[in-house]
């Protein structure tokens, strides 16, 4: 098995492979040059690529060919740079830094910015589709995989975690069930999208693809409450604005639970996703070990 720092390396590669544009002017190529620029902006401005990094280990996990997933770790990582653009909108979250910089429409302005982030997903979908059309035996893997994506992007998951997360906003909320909601469809739902379509693409049998969505939902929900908990702790490290979530009036662990209850949570969500993997043997210890460090981050 490559390590996560292997699965990244990987990943960054491939993704400067995609634009070399930095430009901020028109020009008339087969993707405008402004276009290209704001896309690579915020899809080259780092970030851990966890979800990209997470389908490479599934797919290996279960005897896949990581080089032969490549385009489904980029296709991934970029509908998750899009959802960030979309989200750190005027119309969103309003926010004017992501990744310790300014977001890209601070940078492009809204109207650029919402292009980018639709030519990102759109993108995404290109590459996957060219992939799932190549010549190979059996296209049915590549369908799977391009089919749990797209489900944990869409309005049965990141849209729709998306649309409750506004509607909780500034109603002096403290619903924990729309929490759960919110926190599995939002976030959780890409990890699993993720998860799965790595392990469709290495040959799992339905038996080991469901263990991966439920440590996938656990894992996920545990990220976003850690992310709540960061908002309110973190130092000036943490790479976007600190304190937004009570200032927009967000529906957050904290708000539900409190900071202490908060934190029992992410522990106990923990648990449950490392739970989900007893099944597995040692091939899954990179996800052991990948939920202790995002339970323990402090950015």
Same mark, same amino acid.
């Given at each position: 098995?490559?390590? !996560? ?25 087969? #993707? ?29 996990? !279960? ?6 997933? /490549? ?67 059996? &296209? ?18 990141? #849209? ?23 926190? /599995? ?6 990890? &699993? ?57 967000? /529906? ?10 908060? &934190? ?33 981050? &402090?950015?």
């Amino acid at each position: 098995m490559h390590s !996560f720092d292997d699965y990244k390396r990987l990943t960054e590669e491939n993704l400067n492979k995609l634009f070399n544009s930095a430009a901020k002017g028109f020009a008339l190529n087969e #993707i405008p040059e402004l276009l290209s620029a704001s896309m690579s902006y915020s899809l080259m401005a780092g970030g851990k690529r966890l979800r990209p990094c997470m389908l490479l280990a599934a797919c290996e996990m !279960f005897g896949g060919d990581i080089h032969g997933a /490549l385009d489904f770790a980029r296709a991934i990582e970029m509908i998750h740079t899009y959802s960030l653009i979309h989200d750190d909108l005027p119309g969103m979250d309003n926010d004017t830094l992501r990744r310790g910089r300014p977001t890209n429409h601070v940078v492009y302005g809204e109207g650029q910015a919402i292009l980018a982030g639709d030519g990102l997903f759109n993108y995404a979908f290109e590459i996957m589709l060219k992939a799932s059309l190549a010549d190979k035996k059996d &296209k049915l893997p590549f369908i799977n995989a391009m089919n749990a994506i797209a489900r944990g992007a869409g309005v049965t998951g990141m #849209i729709a975690g998306q649309c409750a997360d506004l509607y909780a906003e500034n109603k002096a909320c403290d619903d924990a069930q729309l929490l759960t909601y919110i926190h /599995l469809k939002k976030t959780a739902a890409m990890f &699993k999208g993720a998860v799965t379509a790595g392990a469709y693409l290495g040959g799992a049998d339905e038996k080991a693809i469901n263990a991966l969505a439920v440590f996938s939902d656990n894992f996920g929900q545990m990220f976003q409450v850690t992310d709540d908990i960061l908002d309110v702790t973190a130092d000036e490290g943490f790479g976007k604005s600190k304190g937004k979530d009570a200032e927009e009036g967000k /529906l957050t662990a904290v708000s539900v639970y409190g900071l202490e209850g908060a &934190k029992e949570l992410a522990e106990k969500l923990t648990n449950q996703a490392l739970n989900a993997l007893a099944d597995f043997d040692e091939k899954a210890d990179c996800f052991r070990l990948l939920t202790r460090d995002m339970y323990s981050r &402090k950015h």
